[in-house]
């Protein structure tokens, strides 16, 4: 049976991951594209199929809503996360005027997902477990 991730897990490490990726882009973490990602990952988790209509209403509540009663039960699957995140990050980058997701937009998808396995992960770690780079060239497309 594959391992189960619990939606706390997951919008800890997609919230890790686009953190992460801001420092190291030396970005505010509040910038749109990682806010709108957030969005749109967590969006998708709940609705795979949901519009962009939906991810926006989800974006403009002032508060988020109470986490779901099963927030802390596992349901995810790892393949299932890094669908979500990976759409969630492409349908951002499409509606914030990015044709197609660039370096920045990738490295929040390997970093979420590293962080989903290991959450005591740094940039090193992502960078070792994902890209066959030194950390200063992997920094440089960010």
């Given amino acids: 049976m594959p391992l189960l991730y619990t939606r706390a897990q997951i919008r800890d ?11 190291e ?3 505010s973490s509040s910038a749109a594209r990682f806010t709108w990602a957030r969005t749109a990952a967590m969006t998708l988790l709940e609705k795979p199929g949901a519009a962009w209509a939906e991810v926006k209403s989800e974006h403009g509540k002032a508060t988020p809503d109470e986490p779901p009663a099963d ?4 349901r995810f699957t790892r393949d299932e996360i890094s669908q979500v995140v990976s759409n969630g ?11 197609i997701p660039d370096d920045l937009d990738n490295f929040v998808v390997n ?3 590293t962080l989903l ?14 890209y066959g780079e030194r ?3 992997v920094r440089s497309w960010l």
């Avoid at 927030?71 to 596992?74: G, I, L």
């Avoid at 990050?89 to 499409?94: F, G, R, T």
């Fill in 117 to 130: 396995d290991n959450p005591e992960a740094d940039f090193r770690q992502v960078v070792a477990e994902c």
């Fill in 25 to 27: 882009a030396h970005l």
């Fill in 71 to 74: 927030d802390d039960t596992p």
């Fill in 89 to 99: 990050v492409d349908l951002a980058a499409e509606h914030n005027g990015r044709a």
């Fill in 135 to 137: 950390p200063s060239v």
């Fill in 13 to 23: 490490a997609l919230t890790n991951g686009l953190t992460m990726a801001a420092d």
């Fill in 111 to 113: 970093a979420a997902l």
